[in-house]
Antibody, heavy 122, light 113 residues
Framework: QVQLVESGGGVVQPGRSLRLSCVASGFTFSSYGMHWVRQAPGEGLEWLADIWYDESHKDYADSVKGRFTISRDNSDNTLYLQMKSLRVEDTAVYFC???????????????WGQGTLVTVSS | IVLTQSPLSLTVALGEPASISCRSSQSLLHSGGYNFLQWYLHKPGQPPQLLIYVASDRAPGVPDRFSGSGSGTDFTLKISRVEAEDVGVYYCMQGLQTPPMYSFGQGTKLQIK
């Protein structure tokens, strides 16, 4: 079955960097686009970024463009989110999710991980 | 594209029906004839689960008491008979925009009476 396991969350000071990982199993990772979505405390879901199956195309939400970088390693079945210049308002649970296809829009996410908590605080 | 859900909170007795509305600021009808509107259920401590895609297709394994309808800018998720396991927050999500800028509704919290 499809499984997505995020890691790398923790407490970090404002202005610092953090890299999240998402290990995929149960499907052919290299054939699917992937997404990062977050949920701030008490808030709803916010889409952050997506990446095509072959890393040829990436898109970002305006709120993270220029600060966050999505990438993937198909040989390791791993998705990454490099976050820099972190702000207090980046505090959230970060989910990785599989795209229903190779990544081209229009589209949607069909499977999600459990999420990893990132707390940005001094 | 802004999605507006209503109500934001819903309390329903077991076995009773429930309905959630999602209104989009722009039409979600693609030239291919599909409405790119999805419904997810986020239960506490679990990952969000896809329930409905392209407005009315049930995801694999989703009980048939869940149904989606609508087109253009107005969509509805219906639960024919609410069960205890249906509690959580329901989100609609649009996946039409190109370049991608996926957006979610505010969420509707379903509780059992």
């Amino acid at each position: 079955q499809v499984q997505l396991v995020e890691s790398g969350g923790g407490v970090v000071q404002p202005g610092r960097s953090l890299r999240l990982s998402c290990v995929a199993s149960g499907f052919t990772f290299s054939s699917y686009g992937m997404h990062w979505v977050r949920q701030a405390p008490g808030e709803g879901l916010e889409w952050l970024a997506d990446i095509w199956y072959d890393e040829s195309h990436k898109d970002y939400a305006d709120s993270v463009k220029g600060r966050f970088t999505i990438s993937r390693d198909n040989s390791d079945n791993t998705l990454y989110l490099q976050m820099k210049s972190l702000r207090v308002e980046d505090t959230a649970v970060y989910f990785c999710a599989r795209d229903r296809s190779y990544g081209s829009s229009p589209s949607w996410m069909d499977y999600w991980g459990q999420g990893t908590l990132v707390t940005v605080s001094s | 594209i802004v999605l507006t859900q209503s109500p934001l909170s819903l309390t329903v007795a077991l076995g009773e029906p429930a309905s959630i509305s999602c209104r989009s600021s722009q039409s979600l009808l693609h030239s291919g004839g599909y409405n790119f509107l999805q419904w997810y259920l986020h239960k506490p401590g679990q990952p969000p689960q896809l329930l409905i895609y392209v407005a009315s297709d049930r995801a694999p394994g989703v009980p048939d008491r869940f149904s989606g309808s609508g087109s253009g800018t107005d969509f509805t998720l219906k639960i024919s008979r609410v069960e205890a396991e249906d509690v959580g927050v329901y989100y609609c999500m649009q996946g039409l925009q190109t370049p991608p800028m996926y957006s979610f509704g505010q969420g509707t919290k379903l509780q059992i009476k």
